[in-house]
């Protein structure tokens, strides 16, 4: 399913880590825990509980009903959630799409390259 804003803010990014790394079905306190042991600056437990809302309104997260609180579960996986801010970009160009990846690689590394090779080549794959 598309997503109608894979963008992310600096706190629903880090939210978003948090999911991805020691989810699924977490609360909103456990996300609040969980990125203060890992160093995040104290939140207000409101600030945590309104990006979560956010990130599901943005079909970012799943959520279900535990009793009088919401578990969240990324809904798409890191790779998923970067492909679709990539291709949302890309149809957004109102210039030329082949000119403007052009320039976005002229600035790749030779590993960027060889994984964009590796990543067509898969692809090239896949629809044979």
Known sequence: MPLRSSALGDLERT??????AHGPELTVRDVMELM???GHKELAYTTIMTVLD??????ITDR???????????AFSRAELAASALRST????AADRKL?????LDDA??????????AL??????HS
């Open 36 to 38: 203060e042991r890992r």
């Open 90 to 93: 890309l149809d957004n160009v």
């Open 15 to 20: 939210v978003m880590d948090t999911l991805w």
């Open 54 to 59: 956010r990130l599901a309104k943005k079909d």
């Open 64 to 74: 279900t009903r535990d009793g009088r609180a919401w578990r969240y579960t990324a």
């Open 109 to 118: 590394s030779p590993a960027e390259i060889d994984d964009l090779r590796a």
């Open 100 to 104: 403007a990846m052009l320039h976005f």
């Open 121 to 126: 080549a898969e692809v090239e794959r896949r």
